[in-house]
T-cell receptor, first 113, second 115 residues
Framework: GDSVTQMEGPVTLSEEAFLTINCTYTATGYPSLFWYVQYPGEGLQLLLK?????DKGSNKGFEATYRKETTSFHLEKGSVQVSDSAVYFC????????????FGAGTRLFVKA | EAGVTQFPSHSVIEKGQTVTLRCDPI?????LYWYRRVMGKEIKFLLHFVKESKQDESGMPNNRFLAERTGGTYSTLKVQPAELEDSGVYFC?????????????FGEGSWLTVV
């Protein structure tokens, strides 16, 4: 079945450090790929998405590129801030059938001042 | 336009009691989904409605969980009787095929604590 694998956390970085959170997926066909973020005590927010191969999603300084050849959608940010501390979820949605979202396990990010 | 709204935002109940969570999807969205994240683990699919019909309920953990969507508008998820392992956050989401690239919009979640 479809699945998403993302790097285990927690990830601890100093402010202004470079961030990479790896995400790979297994799916039939051509899914859409997403990154969601959950800040402490808050709900799930869509961070960025990409709907086809080679698309780059970007938002708030975060970027991820849909790589079909490596079935990956790694999240990157050039300079993290303390306010980026949250749990990040990689997810996919198959574009046929029920459009069910499959999530990765989540990666907790701590950014120190 | 209002987003997906969920109620209650937080609930603390005793083991054995009943809790009913409510979700109001974005107006006009036929697809409604329930997910949950328990004990800091991954977010798992529970079930999917298309209008008032259950399209996929393969993720429902056991018969203590009952979801309904009468009239195809809002949905409820009842847990009866609640157990300690049901603690977590329950997310509702909605979408409409062909709108915004089939993007699924999530609510803020209902945080359930069973003590």
């Amino acid at each position: 079945g479809d699945s998403v694998t993302q790097m285990e956390g927690p990830v601890t970085l100093s402010e202004e450090a470079f961030l990479t959170i790896n995400c790979t997926y297994t799916a039939t066909g051509y899914p859409s790929l997403f990154w969601y973020v959950q800040y402490p005590g808050e709900g799930l927010q869509l961070l960025l998405k990409a709907t086809k191969a080679d698309d780059k999603g970007s938002n708030k300084g975060f970027e991820a590129t849909y790589r079909k050849e490596t079935t990956s959608f790694h999240l990157e940010k050039g300079s993290v801030q303390v306010s980026d501390s949250a749990v990040y979820f990689c997810a996919l949605v198959r574009n046929t059938g029920g459009f069910k979202t499959i999530f990765g396990a989540g990666t907790r990010l701590f950014v120190k001042a | 336009e209002a987003g997906v709204t969920q109620f209650p935002s937080h609930s603390v109940i005793e083991k054995g009691q009943t809790v009913t969570l409510r979700c109001d999807p974005i107006s006009g969205h036929d697809n409604l989904y329930w997910y949950r994240r328990v004990m800091g683990k991954e977010i798992k699919f529970l079930l999917h409605f298309v209008k008032e019909s259950k399209q996929d309920e393969s993720g429902m953990p056991n018969n203590r969980f009952l979801a309904e969507r009468t009239g195809g508008t809002y949905s409820t998820l009842k847990v009866q009787p609640a157990e300690l392992e049901d603690s977590g956050v329950y997310f509702c989401a909605s979408s409409q095929v062909g709108v915004s690239g089939n993007t699924i919009y999530f609510g803020e979640g209902s945080w359930l604590t069973v003590v």
